[in-house]
C-alpha cells in the first residue's frame, strides 16, 4: 500500500522512469510530468506529499514552478534535482521555497533516503502538535499550524524555516551548531560546504524582523552556529 504521493517533475524519461521505479519500491504512489506546466495542474489536482522537481523543464522551469507551488502550499517539501552545480543555483533553488538540493548525476538510493527523510519530517511535525506553542517576546511557534505568529498574524515561515526555528527554540537558549541544526531541520548529516542552514536562518529573521522589529530572535553565536534568544544581540 503506497504511503506517499510523490509528484516528479523531469523532462528526461529515463531519470524520471528511474526515480518512479525506486520510489515505488520504497512504497510510494507516483504522479509523473514531463513539463512544467504539466506538473503545476497535477499538483494542483492531486496535492501530492512531496516533489521531486527538474529545473530544466519545458514551458515552465523549476524556478517558476517552486514559486508557483509555494504561492498554493507553502508546506510541501520539495527536493530540486539539477545539473547545475554552482553553489548560486543550489542557493538561489533554497531560497525561493525549495527543502533540498541534489546535483545530478545522484545516487538514486540517496534521492530515497532524502525522500524518506523529508516524510518523516511532515508526519513528526503532525504528530508534534500535541508539544503545545512556545511563547517568547510577542511570538507564537505553534506546532499545531506549522506556523509562527505575531500579534496573531502569521508570520508567514515554510515549512523548512518553521522547522529550523523550531529546533532553535527548543535548544533553550543553548547554541546549535550547523550541522546539529540540520540534522534536527532535515533529517540526515550535513555533507560539506553546504549552506543551506545559513539561507534558511536568514530567511526566518527577515520575516520575523517583518513581524516584530525590534527584536532579535536568532543569534549568531560565532565560531559554533546559533542561539535563540529573543532581545538578545549579536543578530547579523
Known amino acids: 500500500m503506497a504511503t506517499h504521493t510523490i509528484l516528479i517533475v523531469e523532462d528526461d524519461p529515463a531519470i524520471a522512469d528511474s526515480v518512479a521505479y525506486h520510489l515505488g519500491r520504497a512504497g510510494h504512489r507516483t504522479l509523473m510530468a ?19 522537481l527538474d529545473l530544466m523543464l519545458p514551458q515552465l522551469d523549476g524556478w517558476r514552478f517552486t514559486e508557483e507551488v509555494r504561492g498554493e502550499d507553502p508546506d510541501v517539501p520539495i527536493i530540486m534535482c539539477s545539473a547545475r552545480t554552482s553553489e548560486h543555483d543550489r ?6 521555497g525549495a527543502d533540498d538540493y541534489l546535483i545530478k548525476p ?5 534521492l530515497v533516503a532524502r525522500v524518506g527523510a523529508q516524510l518523516r519530517r511532515r508526519d513528526k ?10 511563547e517568547a517576546a510577542g511570538l507564537v511557534i505553534d ?3 506549522v506556523q509562527a505568529f505575531a500579534d496573531g498574524r502569521s508570520v508567514g ?4 524555516e518553521f522547522e529550523v526555528l ?9 547554541p546549535l551548531a550547523r550541522n546539529k541544526i540540520y540534522r534536527e531541520a532535515w533529517g540526515y548529516e550535513m555533507m560539506a560546504g553546504d549552506r543551506s542552514v545559513d539561507v534558511f536562518v536568514r530567511k526566518v529573521r527577515q520575516k520575523l524582523r517583518a513581524a516584530i ?3 532579535d530572535f536568532i543569534i549568531t553565536h560565532y565560531g559554533v552556529g546559533y542561539r535563540f534568544d529573543p532581545g538578545g544581540t549579536g543578530g547579523d
Not at 515561515?157 to 523548512?160: G, Q, V, Y
Open 34 to 52: 514531463a513539463d512544467g506546466g504539466t506538473g503545476l495542474r497535477l499538483f494542483k489536482r492531486e496535492r501530492p506529499d512531496l516533489v521531486v
Open 91 to 96: 542557493v538561489h533553488g533554497l531560497e525561493i
Open 106 to 110: 545522484f545516487s538514486m538510493k540517496e
Open 125 to 134: 511535525e503532525r504528530a508534534r502538535a500535541a508539544d503545545g506553542p512556545i
Open 143 to 145: 506546532p499545531d499550524q
Open 157 to 160: 515561515l515554510t515549512a523548512r
Open 166 to 174: 523550531l529546533v532553535l527554540a527548543k535548544a533553550d537558549g543553548r
Open 213 to 215: 522589529p525590534d527584536t
